[in-house]
């Protein structure tokens, strides 16, 4: 049996014995504390709404955000939001939390290398490829946009 | 009681959106940077495509919060700029909406990191 | 012959040998073995690689000292880590007044370091020869996955790298079970590319390096007390019975996996143990108790290592395994 053809059959073998995760406790915690929050942040939009009545519609999301974030932040700093992390998953990955986390929790780890070469350096291992795809793609979003008002 | 129902779907859509990127990690094994990066892009689309708005006036937070709103946020930026300044817009315009929101990561992140230490897990 | 088994002349001695684990690991099976366990894991130190470095210092001196030695009777020290550049063992060298050989074999190093220091004593080199091994959950951690605070779930067939050293100092004098044979193992690569599944890229090397020993030494699993492979974990070990059973060779209830049994089920770990520390701290409490009382007169030791870097998984390689054997037998009166 020449390599490749082994190779592939132990891989089809391993595949099939990895044990898998039970999908549906995960998928049942991702999406109630998802949800949860989801429902965090729309309780400090209306609060701040309530608060601050004049300000605008699209100021209020982005104290909503930042709030979101530093809490989140905060949890990653203290230890919790990886426990967190660990019973939700995604519920707790896609909110713009995770995106917090995924900035502050490197940024803590390579703290014991210096601001400049650990903190700094390191802050965007993880979430770099989400402002960098985001930028890109809101660019090229951007740019039909520009050639579409060209026409009309 | 029409406070309950708005409440209501924030969680159901927000929690929906949640499980579906848990779903995405236990079917195919991707790291968290990929999920982010995945609904990102699905946020600029839904946006740019002009969905995202019909979704954000009854989900509210529910879509807003997910990164897909980071997304939306993005293009919708760009897509305004690009009306207002011409060729530029398409330069400045997505950072410009989220600067926010970045900024905030990047200054907590950095305030924390001076703070604490890193835990062993348990 | 295709493998090279040494049979040594000398037989050297393990006349010394010292464990240190980490907070979790002295919570698990093997907690009454151990020689120290740390109340945490920085170890009074400011980071984990500085924890892991003063570890391994530890062990190498506790070790020395259940020789009933001096740190001036010992010739070289041979010893390895999981970190880029092995830097906790060199680290930790400096501390020491005596010649040192850094060796690599990721978590099959304990078994590597002492056939090379078996080799070193059987030559009639060097008289006292120390080997340490060492891991630490939060430096490997980061230097092969994730931060520790970023908020994602463990594959179901990832494993949990042990924090713990172990060291034990070989002789040619002295009283101690000896090292009788050791197999060098080949780096063995059966494609699997997926690295949170390292139990399953070391089996095929396992199974190499077994099917070789007893083709060897004319031996079969019956002559031994005990078979210990390292960190296969459950799945690893599994396969590798599994690929033994294909090639005719029946694995019965005298082996089992240091990883395997490491953690008690209700620690987490998904898979079991693994990293250098793993075997290292169960080789050195748990097995050589055992050997040391006579309750085992003949154990195969080889653990399994997996050859891998982030730079070269995210090149797209595969992750290739080696393993390497020894057989220490307990002493006769």
């Not at chain 1, 990653?76 to 967190?84: A, E, F, H, P, Q």
């Not at chain 1, 770099?128 to 026409?151: D, E, K, R, T």
Request: proline fraction near 3%; hydrophobic fraction near 45%.
């Amino acid at each position: 049996m020449d390599i490749k053809e082994r190779n592939k059959a132990y891989n089809k073998y391993v595949s099939a014995k990895v044990p898998k995760t039970k999908p549906w406790p995960t998928l049942f915690n991702s999406f109630w504390v998802g949800g949860l929050i989801c429902l965090i942040g729309q309780g400090i939009n209306d609060l701040i709404l309530f608060l601050a009545p004049n300000i605008s519609e699209q100021s209020a999301w982005a104290y909503t955000l930042i709030s979101l974030i530093f809490i989140a932040s905060f949890l990653t700093g203290i230890g919790v939001y990886d426990k967190i992390g660990k019973f939700a998953g995604g519920g707790s990955i896609v909110p713009i939390t995770g995106f917090s986390n995924s900035i502050t929790s490197p940024s803590v780890e390579f703290k014991s290398e210096g601001i400049v070469y650990g903190i700094c350096v390191k802050m965007f291992t993880i979430a770099g490829p989400v402002i960098v795809f985001g930028v890109i793609s809101s660019a090229f979003v951007g740019l039909i946009y520009y050639i579409v008002y060209l026409f009309i | 009681m029409e406070m309950f129902l708005d409440y209501l779907w924030v969680f159901l859509v927000g929690g929906f959106v949640c499980m579906i990127g848990e779903l995405l990690i236990i079917t195919t094994n991707i790291t968290s940077a990929r999920i982010l990066v995945t609904f990102v892009l699905v946020g600029v689309f839904l946006e740019a495509v002009g969905l995202f708005d019909y979704i954000s006036d009854f989900a509210g937070a529910g879509i807003n919060v997910p990164i897909i709103g980071f997304g939306a946020s993005l293009a919708k930026g760009a897509i305004s700029a690009v009306k207002s300044q011409g060729l530029l817009g398409i330069f400045t315009g997505g950072l410009t909406a989220t600067a926010g929101g970045i900024a905030a990561a990047i200054i907590f992140a950095f305030i924390f990191a001076l703070i604490f230490h890193s835990h062993t897990k348990k | 012959m295709k493998y090279d088994t040494v049979k040594f002349k000398r037989q050297p001695k393990i006349i010394g040998a010292y464990s240190i684990v980490g907070p979790k690991e002295g919570e698990g099976n093997f907690k009454d073995y151990f020689d120290y366990i740390m109340k945490n894991d920085l170890f009074g130190e400011k980071t984990f690689e500085k924890a892991e470095r003063k570890m391994i210092e530890t062990a190498i001196t506790g070790a020395i000292q259940k020789a009933k030695l001096k740190v001036s009777d010992i010739n070289i020290l041979v010893a390895g880590d999981l970190l880029n550049q092995i830097i906790s063992s060199s680290y930790a060298a400096r501390a020491f007044d005596f010649p040192y050989l850094g060796v690599y074999g990721a978590c099959s190093t304990m078994a590597e370091s002492i056939a090379v220091a078996s080799t070193l004593v059987d030559g009639g080199y060097f008289e006292n020869v120390v080997c340490c091994t060492a891991s630490h959950f939060s430096t490997a951690e980061r230097q092969y996955r994730f931060p520790l605070e970023l908020g994602n779930q463990r594959p179901p067939a990832s494993q949990w790298t042990v924090t713990g050293a172990g060291s034990c100092v070989l002789s040619q004098k002295g009283k101690g079970p000896r090292v009788t044979m050791a197999t060098f193992g080949k780096v063995i690569d059966w494609g699997i590319t997926d690295v949170n599944n390292m139990g399953a890229a070391m089996a095929p090397s396992a199974m190499e390096t077994l099917l070789a020993h007893f083709e060897n030494t004319k031996t079969t699993p019956d002559d031994y007390d005990l078979i210990a492979t390292g960190d296969l974990g459950k799945l690893g070990s599994e396969i590798l019975i599994d690929l033994m059973e294909d090639k005719g060779i029946k694995l019965g209830l005298n082996y089992s996996d240091c990883g395997q049994m490491y953690f008690r089920r209700d620690q987490k770990t998904l898979c079991g143990a693994s990293g250098c520390g793993c075997a290292a701290t169960v080789f050195n409490s748990y097995i050589m108790k055992k050997l040391q009382d006579g309750q085992y007169k003949r154990v195969l030791f080889m653990p399994t290592g997996a050859l891998l870097s982030t730079t070269a998984t995210q090149q797209g390689e595969s992750v290739p395994g080696v393993c390497h054997a020894i057989v220490v037998e307990s002493y006769e009166d």
